[in-house]
């Protein structure tokens, strides 16, 4: 009996991913953007690479926060350039809402703000594949 008991944990802790994400699919249920960035809402094809922008992240648990984020990822179809630097219009006025400067290597970015609504760099990620930073941003609808 205690031999059963080896493969049937094995197969548990295997199979754990896909069981977790079965659950999750049958339950409806999803991941808070708070995590995972938001839905992805424009991507910017730049050859090499692409710059996906995220919808920005307001959510509460009971409405809208004051404060939320934009998440904008850069992930490599061949390889990522060891510097970027790109302007990014969250909001799609046809103005750029703030200039990123990007450092691939160094995992580092700098912003340059052009609209009242950014507030300041959250932080800027190593994902598995690619970039990432987060922007804060001041929900003007609030």
Known sequence: MA???IPVA???FVGMDFFSRGLIAATGLKVSPWMNGGDVIH???HGG?????H???FDGLFGEKKEGFVQVDWTPLKNLPPGISEEVDFDWDGRADFKINLDV???????TKGNSQVKSLEGC??????RAVRV????DKR
């Open 55 to 57: 919808q920005p992240v």
């Open 125 to 130: 990620y190593k994902l598995k594949d690619g």
């Open 105 to 111: 290597e160094a995992v580092s970015a700098k912003i």
């Open 10 to 12: 094995i197969a548990t």
């Open 49 to 53: 690479y692409q710059t996906q922008i």
């Open 3 to 5: 031999a059963l008991a």
């Open 43 to 45: 991507v910017v094809e």
């Open 136 to 139: 804060w941003l001041i929900n």
